[in-house]
């Protein structure tokens, strides 16, 4: 079999089947915006929300999300959509603004073939992850598809240093990706013709130093983070048995994609006949493992940027980067196995969107943040307190709210919590004392949302990380006694589910 007979990219098909391409991407869009309609936000995306609209200007908002885990270019364009636009909406607004660009970039840019269009507009990245769900990772993916687009003119230029200084600032994996794309061009400047031109090692230098210093701005705005709750188990010195363990083991890295590692790394051998994009590919693999071991623990909207990154790759490369070297005949099964690979890798992420598809055919929300919210409309609950256990599903309800959250861990008032210096074990009685003290001194009624369902348990259960509510016979009796269960809001297709209760009875 002949490589042709199976390609992912055609250079000349972009031109050629754009109806195809505009009814394809006519059909994600309002595929998409149903999704948005219904769309409930979790709590991290009302917390990085929250964070945006904090302090009296941006250098008071800078302050506050210093530590936070993520750089500050999400956080400034809520900020100044926000300024500009002074409304919740434009949480959601921001988000599909920034996915309709980026998918509308690789329908209508990118030179791959229709059915690989449509798996990757209708993967769960694709259509609801990066572009639904309201966070900080469909900018990589719009950065990472516009370098793609614009690599023949911008990668003798500083603008590809800019790119790569903006995709670090997007979130802190992508800071591996952009040294990986910063590695894909000094391969490919080695085995050309260029490396003999002084220009080209002066603009890369240029583009090196760009890059580092997006690298640096993201890591003097993410450190040190007071937040050690979010940190890998596993963070440490790293020993020769940590790094086999890391780069080998499925448990910790790119599990949430439905697939093994391994997978992924014969997807990589689909690049072979490009010396920069098989090296950088590897190097981005690696890299990304050893970071989600060692320091932060991934999920799928950290794992799917790597998706993302080997989509740029394979682009760039259809398109004559990449360099070459001497061909044998083994590079072309070895290619077409690659290939194939990726696409099934790719066709699996289409599978996973049903995970959030489903439920809400089914009439589950993903987070019951929304009908807490309109709960608390009720006119006799328009100025309760509320309290939430855990403190971090307050996050969510402070978008659909604007009653006052008492964080009953921290003991403080608030729309974000802090993950460290908290009452990690608390009691039942602990929360009506609280109860009991806010409504003393402000008269208002307190409404408590509980994650756990409030029953005896010998064996107290984790609300949160480490946190735990104990729950004994006496300490039920006591909080059933003194308030008064006034809904259930379950189930929800996230963690956010609760049985909501009223104090006093």
């Known amino acids: 079999?002949?490589?042709?007979?199976?390609?992912?990219?055609?250079?000349?098909?972009?031109?050629?089947?754009?109806?195809?391409?505009?009814?394809?991407?006519?059909?994600?869009?309002?595929?998409?915006?149903?999704?948005?309609?219904?769309?409930?936000?979790?709590?991290?995306?009302?917390?990085?929300?929250?964070?945006?609209?904090?302090?009296?200007?941006?250098?008071?908002?800078?302050?506050?999300?210093?530590?936070?885990?993520?750089?500050?270019?999400?956080?400034?364009?809520?900020?100044?959509?926000?300024?500009?636009?002074?409304?919740?909406?434009?949480?959601?607004?921001?988000?599909?603004?920034?996915?309709?660009?980026?998918?509308?970039?690789?329908?209508?840019?990118?030179?791959?073939?229709?059915?690989?269009?449509?798996?990757?507009?209708?993967?769960?990245?694709?259509?609801?992850?990066?572009?639904?769900?309201?966070?900080?990772?469909?900018?990589?993916?719009?950065?990472?598809?516009?370098?793609?687009?614009?690599?023949?003119?911008?990668?003798?230029?500083?603008?590809f240093g800019l790119l790569l200084a903006v995709l670090c600032n997007t979130n802190v994996p992508a800071c591996i990706l952009a040294a990986a794309f910063l590695l894909f061009r000094l391969v490919e400047i080695v085995g050309s013709e260029d490396a003999a031109a002084h220009?080209?090692?002066?603009?890369?230098?240029?583009?090196?130093?760009?890059?580092?210093?997006?690298?640096?701005?993201?890591?003097?705005?993410?450190?040190?983070?007071?937040?050690?709750?979010?940190?890998?188990?596993?963070?440490?010195?790293?020993?020769?048995?940590?790094?086999?363990?890391?780069?080998?083991?499925?448990?910790?890295?790119?599990?949430s994609l439905g697939l093994q590692p391994l997978l992924l790394a014969v997807s990589c051998v689909g690049l072979i006949r490009k010396p920069a994009a098989?090296?950088?590919?590897?190097?981005?693999?690696?890299?990304?493992?050893?970071?989600?071991?060692?320091?932060?623990?991934?999920?799928?909207?950290?794992?799917?940027?790597?998706?993302?990154?080997?989509?740029?790759?394979?682009?760039?490369?259809?398109e004559g980067a990449g360099g070459t070297w001497r061909e044998v005949p083994w590079m072309h099964p070895l290619q077409l196995a690659g290939t194939a690979v990726f696409v099934a890798v790719l066709f699996l992420q289409t599978i996973l969107l049903?995970?959030?598809?489903?439920?809400?055919?089914?009439?589950?929300?993903?987070?019951?943040?929304?009908?807490?919210?309109?709960?608390l409309q009720r006119p006799e609950l328009a100025g309760a307190i509320v309290m939430v256990d855990p403190d971090t599903m307050g996050e969510s309800l402070a978008y659909y709210s604007d009653n006052p959250i008492w964080f009953l861990r921290q003991q403080r008032f608030g729309n974000v919590t802090e993950l460290n210096d908290a009452r990690r074990t608390m009691t039942l009685d602990d929360i009506l004392g609280d109860a009991e003290q806010l409504h003393q001194q402000t008269g208002r009624p307190i409404v408590f949302l509980s994650h756990a369902a409030i029953r005896p348990d010998p064996n107290p259960p984790f609300v949160m990380w480490h946190d735990k509510t104990i729950m004994t016979a006496e300490g039920v009796h006591r909080f059933l006694s003194s308030t008064r269960l006034i809904a259930r809001l379950r189930p929800a297709e996230t963690d956010e589910s609760y049985d909501v209760y009223i104090y006093p009875r």
């Open 354 to 375: 049903l995970n959030p598809v489903l439920p809400q055919i089914r009439g589950i929300p993903f987070s019951r943040a929304a009908d807490a919210g309109k709960l």
């Open 199 to 255: 220009r080209t090692w002066l603009t890369f230098a240029g583009n090196a130093m760009l890059a580092g210093a997006g690298a640096l701005l993201c890591f003097v705005t993410v450190y040190p983070t007071p937040n050690s709750a979010a940190v890998s188990p596993n963070f440490g010195t790293p020993t020769p048995a940590k790094m086999l363990a890391a780069l080998t083991g499925s448990e910790a890295g790119f599990s």
């Open 1 to 159: 079999m002949r490589l042709t007979s199976f390609s992912l990219t055609d250079p000349n098909c972009a031109g050629r089947d754009i109806r195809a391409r505009t009814v394809l991407f006519v059909l994600w869009a309002l595929f998409v915006l149903w999704l948005i309609s219904f769309h409930v936000f979790w709590r991290d995306e009302a917390r990085a929300f929250s964070l945006a609209l904090s302090g009296a200007n941006i250098a008071e908002m800078l302050h506050n999300v210093h530590g936070e885990g993520h750089p500050a270019l999400w956080y400034l364009i809520l900020r100044s959509a926000h300024d500009l636009m002074p409304v919740r909406a434009v949480l959601p607004i921001a988000a599909a603004v920034i996915g309709f660009g980026m998918m509308a970039i690789f329908a209508f840019r990118s030179p791959f073939r229709l059915p690989v269009i449509a798996v990757v507009l209708f993967s769960l990245f694709g259509a609801f992850e990066y572009v639904v769900m309201a966070r900080n990772y469909g900018i990589s993916a719009l950065v990472m598809f516009t370098l793609a687009a614009a690599y023949p003119r911008v990668k003798n230029t500083l603008w």
């Open 278 to 318: 098989l090296i950088a590919a590897i190097a981005g693999l690696v890299g990304l493992k050893l970071f989600f071991y060692f320091i932060y623990p991934a999920a799928y909207r950290h794992e799917a940027l790597y998706l993302v990154f080997l989509l740029s790759l394979y682009w760039i490369a259809a």
